[in-house]
């Protein structure tokens, strides 16, 4: 603030005191009592479609991951088999078939909850070019050499586990996560 002194020269003054206005903030955020999750939590790690950006955990997110996480989840309900937040952003991100303009309503419906608009979209013809580019790979696939993957990924899953909260692949002989410091079992937790 400048002002004048008594002999007119500019003098500059803090403002003081400070306004308690200034200091007030709206915060529209808060909170919810009761959290609504949009993916869902599953207790098997396996059943999660591999995390991006983890090749040297042998995390590898191609065709093949996908084809495998799709035949996994045949038993699932399409929406239930939707929520999970790396599918969709390999399937936002994917060059093969570009699906980014379709999945409007699939993310609207996994959002809500809606199964209706996720089997409406399951109908689509993106979905069912996907569903056939993935008939065909799977009669393509050689037994043999998927046989190998299976062996080299169940080995690597007898060394290390996946925490199933924050996704960081532990040593086998922590009992905690090294990231989030939560526990290797559900079960353990107990109530306070």
């Known amino acids: 603030m400048n002002e004048k002194d008594v002999y007119g020269n500019e003098v500059q003054r803090l403002g003081r005191p400070l306004p308690v206005e200034y200091l007030l903030v709206d915060v529209p955020a808060s909170t919810p009592v009761v959290p609504l999750y949009t993916f869902h939590e599953r207790k098997d790690v396996s059943q999660y479609f591999p995390v991006e950006n983890r090749l040297i955990d042998g995390h590898i997110q191609d065709f093949s991951a996908l084809s495998d996480y799709l035949a996994r989840s045949r038993s699932m ?33 996994v959002r809500t909850k809606d199964k209706t608009i996720a089997n409406e979209w399951k ?44 996704t960081f692949i532990n040593s086998r002989e922590l009992p905690t996560c090294e990231i989030c410091n939560l526990p290797r079992e559900i079960g353990l937790l107990t109530p306070v």
């Open 77 to 109: 309900d399409f929406l239930d088999a939707m929520s999970d937040f790396h599918l969709l952003l390999f399937l936002y991100r994917m060059d093969m078939l570009p699906m980014k303009a379709q999945m409007g309503p699939l993310l609207e419906a």
């Open 123 to 166: 109908n689509q013809e993106v979905w069912r070019t996907l569903e056939q580019l993935i008939s065909a790979y799977s009669h393509n696939d050689d037994s043999s050499m998927s046989n190998d993957v299976e062996f080299v990924s169940a080995g690597e899953a007898e060394q290390n586990w996946t925490c199933s909260h924050c």
